[in-house]
């Protein structure tokens, strides 16, 4: 056998070796939302692994009536004294500019005893928010905030126009200062925090 013929062969074996690792990490990484259980023993029909930040999105979608009822997870919270998270919908449906016209699910740290964390909605009119309590646009109901091993999940119903298949979210997190939510990190992950969600048939 040529020693070419050998390092040809050699190489599409590495390839498909290669290929099987990256196929495996990939499922892995897809699965992660779907194998967890919440506390309350809530179930989803779809769920997703959001990318650039350790957060998880669940819902159930009815297209019909637009109901949507949502659980959208963000892990890795050390202190959730000063910590705000949230996850919102750009009605306009602008991927490239969704933070203005945003309307969001909002967690800050609770002011009140026997409470970690407390939800309310904001609508998102500039760059230079400080995610003030707000009206959205959309219906909602059942607004629920919970802390648990580390981790915020902002429960949510919320109605859709009907027929909706598919809109652009966003997801942050940022520090609180004086009870009052700050600026989030300008670095690459958090400023590609957003994408185009399938609600119905989601790509696999």
């Given at each position: 056998m040529l020693v070419s013929d050998m390092l040809m062969r050699v190489a599409f074996c590495f390839s498909v070796f290669t290929s099987l690792i990256l196929t495996t990490t990939a499922h892995t990484q897809t699965c992660r939302c779907s194998k967890y259980t919440f506390p309350n023993k809530e179930?989803?029909?779809?769920?997703?692994?959001?990318?650039?930040s350790p957060s998880f999105l669940h819902w159930t979608y009815q297209p019909a009536t637009g109901n949507l009822d949502i659980a959208f997870r963000h892990s890795?919270?050390?202190n959730p004294t000063n910590t705000w998270v949230a996850w919102a919908i750009n009605p306009n449906n602008n991927l490239i500019q969704a933070m203005p016209g945003a309307q969001a699910l909002v967690a800050v740290?609770?002011?009140t005893c026997g409470a970690v964390m407390r939800g309310?909605?904001?609508?998102?009119?500039?760059?230079n928010t400080v995610l003030e309590e707000s009206n959205i646009s959309y219906p909602y109901s059942n607004l629920m905030v919970t802390f648990q091993n580390n981790e915020v999940t902002i429960?949510?119903?919320?109605t859709l126009p009907k027929c909706t298949t598919s809109l652009v979210h966003?997801?942050?997190s940022g520090s609180v200062s004086d009870s009052v939510p700050e600026v989030h990190d300008m670095a690459s992950a958090n400023l590609n925090s957003k994408e185009i969600l399938h609600l119905v048939s989601p790509p696999t």
């Open positions: 179930v989803f029909a779809t769920c997703r692994d959001l990318p650039h890795g919270i050390e740290p609770a002011q309310y909605t904001c609508s998102i009119s500039s760059y429960f949510a119903k919320l966003l997801w942050q």
